[in-house]
């Protein structure tokens, strides 16, 4: 590591203080958020008021109404918000942001449209244009991941959805389980794509890595949860050659890297960049802690 890499890591680390201020703000809005959720994926696709945005991907009453909370309960942390329903944010405007939060307030809505329950609520922490907070809330399943730079990654089960949530630092970590969950590789290996947005490059991506493992088993997920899985070990690999942008990817990210685990632009595998003039991600591969081609 040089200089400047050790000096960017100074950098971005925050202070205890500001660990335990910034993580309890970052999870409430998330546990919130999925109980808005919710409750119109409750009310039933009737209730959903979908619609189509200007780049003719769809959006519900829940993604608005997730954002007005996330926004309005994050901005106590007077720290400005980017995010993929906010208004559309001029890069003149965000381009010298020390520190700002990268929010998808729902995250998977064609699954969340086709009401198959794999949706996220993402929300990082980006410093110095590196996310160095992370957190990922799957509201079905009552299961939220998060981690702080340098601190590791977790699982906390059992949260439920709630429009009250007032979880303290110490409640957090209270009996949440350090990621990842596997201590090798699956075996056989288990290769996530996107359940919604897969193209022939995807697929020929797949065969290069069967013709190493053959016998490896493919995983349709929807959302982040696929980074999330990974994080847990419970699969090995994902591959994505289909358009996503930062707020896809920033609490994913770090949540894995967290862990061992890597993920490199396609194609060079470079390192990931936020804050760009443009939002689009490149392609990329995503490798468990445990993951060998």
Known sequence: ?????????????LTAEQREFLLPKAFNAAVRAGAV??????????????????????????????????KEYLAQTMIPLLSEEGREMRYEE??????????????????????????????ALVANNRPVMGIIYVPYF???YFCEKGFG????????????????????YEGAVELPLRTEANSPLRLAISRSHNNEETFARLAEVKKAHPD????????????C???EGSVDYYVRTTHTYEW???????????TGGTTKSLPGLGKFAYNKESLLNPFFVCRSRFFQE
């Open 153 to 172: 990654s977790y699982l906390k089960e059992g949260v439920r959805p709630d429009p009250n949530a007032d979880y303290t630092y110490d409640k957090i």
């Open 1 to 13: 590591m040089n200089y400047n890499e050790k000096e960017m890591i100074n950098r971005i680390i």
């Open 229 to 231: 899985l990974l994080a």
């Open 248 to 258: 896809d990817t920033a609490a994913g990210e770090v949540i894995l890297s967290e």
């Open 37 to 70: 959720i919710l409750d119109v994926y409750a009310a039933g696709k009737d209730h959903f008021d979908v619609n189509l945005k200007s780049d003719m991907t769809p959006i519900t009453l829940a993604d608005r109404r997730s954002h007005t909370l996330i």
């Open 94 to 123: 965000r381009k010298d942001w020390e520190m700002f939060w990268m929010v998808d307030p729902l995250d998977g809505t064609k699954e969340f449209i086709k009401g198959n329950n794999e949706f996220t609520v993402n929300i």
């Open 216 to 227: 490896a088993v493919v995983v349709e997920q929807g959302s982040s949860y696929k980074f």
């Open 142 to 144: 009552q299961k939220i």
